[in-house]
């Protein structure tokens, strides 16, 4: 008669037990199942792991070279001073020192090097075409010489300090000089002067 009560009494716990786990499993598994949500932005701002879009640099509205040096200055100083003397003249020596030295410090000045090749033909065409047929002509003839001093004096052959102190201009006053710069406005000049003095 005790063994008859004992066995719906055990079946009864092991029901409850098995309804217990099964719920906790089931919880377990919609937890696990469920999607986790998302971080949110201030965690992930705390996190130096993700990108922080403060951090993230804006794109360049305008990469043009030009734009960031600007609007290349009036060559007419610097070109003028190759006018109104020629080769063989009194004093045409240090002409044509101190034409170099202009041309050398306007390059540098303009980083010709660094622009692009229209606007530094621009610059130096509109100065020329401007000029009367006399000047162009004049311009050409002392153009071999101006050209010769100025890579002298880039290059150091030869001793330019007397010439350069002579002409008036003090070396220690001088820039170091970016032989590209110059390089620059002499080959645009030579692409579009004759030599010789005829135009």
Do not use: H
């Not at 306007?106 to 530094?120: H, I, P, Q, T």
Request: with cysteine.
């Amino acid at each position: 008669m005790k063994n008859i009560r004992f066995v719906p009494l055990l079946a009864l716990c092991l029901c409850g037990a098995l309804l217990l786990a099964g719920c906790k499993k089931d919880s377990s598994a919609s937890s696990a199942s469920e999607p986790s949500a998302p971080a949110s932005s201030s965690v992930a701002a705390m996190d130096p792991t993700l990108p922080d879009d403060s951090e993230i640099p804006a794109p360049s509205v305008d990469g043009d070279e030009n734009n960031m040096l600007g609007a290349i200055t009036s060559p007419s100083g610097a070109l003028g001073s190759c006018l109104g003397w020629g080769p063989g003249t009194a004093g045409s020596s240090l002409k044509s020192v101190q034409a170099a030295v202009e041309l050398l410090n306007w390059s540098e000045e303009n980083s010709l090097a660094r622009r692009d090749g229209a606007a530094v033909v621009s610059s130096f065409t509109d100065w020329y075409e401007a000029l009367s047929t006399e000047e162009q002509e004049n311009f050409s003839a002392v153009w071999p010489i101006v050209r010769a001093q100025a890579d002298a004096i880039l290059s150091g052959e030869g001793d330019m300090e007397p010439l350069l102190s002579d002409a008036g201009i003090d070396t220690n006053s001088l820039p170091d000089y970016t032989t590209a710069d110059w390089e620059t406005l002499r080959d645009v000049v030579d692409a579009r002067v004759p030599l010789g003095g005829e135009a």
